[in-house]
């Protein structure tokens, strides 16, 4: 089993920047990739970015320039920082852990809001 813990997540202005943070225990060395999605209402589940183990990653689109996705295996944590945050970045923030065993792990799910 692994458990995600997040944080970072709250309110911030349009234009803004947010770091967020994904921290896994349990199972660890099943991990490959990790990652972050999102959820905005009445909306599907979409990727913002992933990164696996050794380092390759891939992102949305709409994120591409903005965000970054960044991991530090030997603290077990992933990391989100988003710049240049848009209204249409507002949704639930989910981490996730993916396995060499073709399992699926999810983190809570943090909120992000982008008010002015």
């Known amino acids: 089993q692994v458990q995600l813990v997040e944080s970072g997540g709250g309110l911030v202005q349009p234009g803004g920047s947010l770091r967020l943070s994904c921290t896994a225990s349990g199972s660890i060395f099943s991990i490959n990739t990790m990652g972050w999605y999102r959820q905005a209402p009445g909306k599907q589940r979409e990727l913002v970015a992933i990164i696996t183990r050794g380092g390759s990653t891939n992102y949305a689109d709409s994120m591409k320039g903005r965000f970054t996705i960044s991991r530090d295996n030997a603290k077990n944590t992933v990391y989100l920082q988003m710049n240049s945050l848009k209204f249409e970045d507002t949704a639930v923030y989910y981490c996730?852990?993916?396995?060499?065993?073709?399992?699926?792990?999810w983190g809570q799910g943090t909120q992000v809001t982008v008010s002015s």
């Open positions: 996730n852990a993916y396995t060499y065993s073709f399992r699926d792990y």
